[in-house]
Each structure stands twice: as C-alpha cells, then as structure tokens.
C-alpha cells in the first residue's frame, strides 16, 4: 500500500511558478514510477509528466515541455513537478500517482499504468 500527499498549490499570477510535491509513503517508493496529472473543471483528467523509477528517464505533455520539470528524491520518498511560466490554461487539480514496476517513462503517460493516487492540490493561475 502507497499513499500519495501532494502539496505546494496555490494561486499564482500568469509567468509565475510553482513547485508541487507529492509524498509517498512506504519503503518501496524506489519501485514506482511516478506521474503528475491533472483535471481541469469540465474536463477529462490530463497527463503532465511522468518519471521512471530510477529517475533516469522523463517525460512531458506537449504543452509542459520547456515549462514543467519533473525530479525525484528517493531517499526522501518524494517526486516534484517544478512548473515555470505558468498560464491560465494551467488551472487544474494536480495530482500524483504511482506505478508499480521499472517503465520507462514513456510508458507512464495512461492513468491505467497507475495503482495509486494521491488526492490533488489545486492550481491556480490568474491572467
């Protein structure tokens, strides 16, 4: 069993950043790839980006790349998304979610992929 707590949401004016974390807890973090995704209201829950679970490879939305940084610390059981130049269209609850297995992180970008889910932190960016 993983549990999965993210912080680091807010409210943030259009170019500005913000930098999510996502908890997980167990001894087995190492184990899982990891994804950041996200749902706009009225709208189906989107991929972000995703890291394998040696933290070798990533792996981005279109819309993220150059923006959105995604990194793992796995002594400290947590991955990140670092996001910069943040827009309006930006605006979602983000959330984490975890993978059992050594996938690249290509084959991380389906909600399927995932057997755990952490329960959001809103974003918000203002224009």
């Known amino acids: 069993q993983v549990q999965l707590v993210e912080s680091g949401g807010g409210l943030v004016q259009a170019g500005g950043s913000l930098r999510l974390s996502c908890a997980a807890s167990?001894?087995?973090?190492?184990?899982?790839?990891m994804g950041w995704f996200r749902q706009a209201p009225g709208k189906e829950r989107e991929f972000v980006a995703s890291?394998?679970?040696?933290?070798?490879?990533?792996f981005y939305v279109d819309s993220g790349k150059g923006r959105f940084t995604i990194s793992r610390d796995n002594a400290k059981n947590t991955v990140y998304l670092q996001m910069n130049n943040l827009k309006p269209e930006d605006t979602a609850v983000y959330s984490c979610?975890?993978?059992?297995?050594?996938?690249?992180?290509?084959?991380?970008?389906?909600?399927?992929?995932?057997?755990?889910w952490g329960q959001g932190t809103q974003v918000t960016v203002s224009s």
């Open positions: 979610a975890a993978a059992w297995g050594f996938y690249g992180a290509n084959m991380l970008i389906g909600a399927e992929r995932y057997n755990y």
């Open positions: 167990g001894r087995t973090f190492s184990n899982y790839g």
């Open positions: 890291i394998s679970a040696t933290g070798k490879s990533t």
